[in-house]
């Protein structure tokens, strides 16, 4: 089992910077994959980025790629996602969560595919 509390969200103007944390108790992330998800008002959870559990190879969805940098720190059991050039359509509510590790980089995309979850945090993007 493991626990997962984000942090670091908030209000910004488009064009602004946020960083997001995820804090993980319970077992040691350099056992998970991890990702950051994101759900708008009345829309499906969608995939934001993901970084495999050694931190060597990470994913990004499309729309946040050159914009947002997912990074890991195993020894503090951490997870971030430096948000730049935020759009007010990045406003959602963002969870960061953990999946036990294998398959391909495509599997890193699915929320099915993640067994634990934080409860989120609110970025909202005004313009």
């Known amino acids: 089992q493991v626990q997962l509390v984000e942090s670091g969200g908030g209000l910004v103007q488009a064009g602004g910077s946020l960083r997001l944390s995820c804090a993980a108790s319970g077992r040691t992330t350099n056992n998970f994959d991890m990702g950051w998800f994101r759900q708008a008002p009345g829309k499906e959870r969608v995939f934001v980025a993901a970084i495999v559990r050694s931190g060597t190879n990470t994913v990004y969805a499309d729309s946040v790629k050159d914009r947002f940098a997912i990074s890991r720190d195993n020894a503090q059991n951490t997870m971030t996602l430096q948000m730049n050039n935020l759009e007010p359509e990045d406003t959602a509510v963002y969870f960061c969560?953990?999946?036990?590790?294998?398959?391909?980089?495509?599997?890193?995309?699915?929320?099915?595919?993640?067994?634990?979850w934080g409860q989120g945090t609110q970025v909202t993007v005004s313009s």
């Open positions: 969560a953990a999946r036990a590790p294998g398959g391909n980089t495509y599997y890193l995309r699915l929320p099915s595919n993640y067994n634990y």
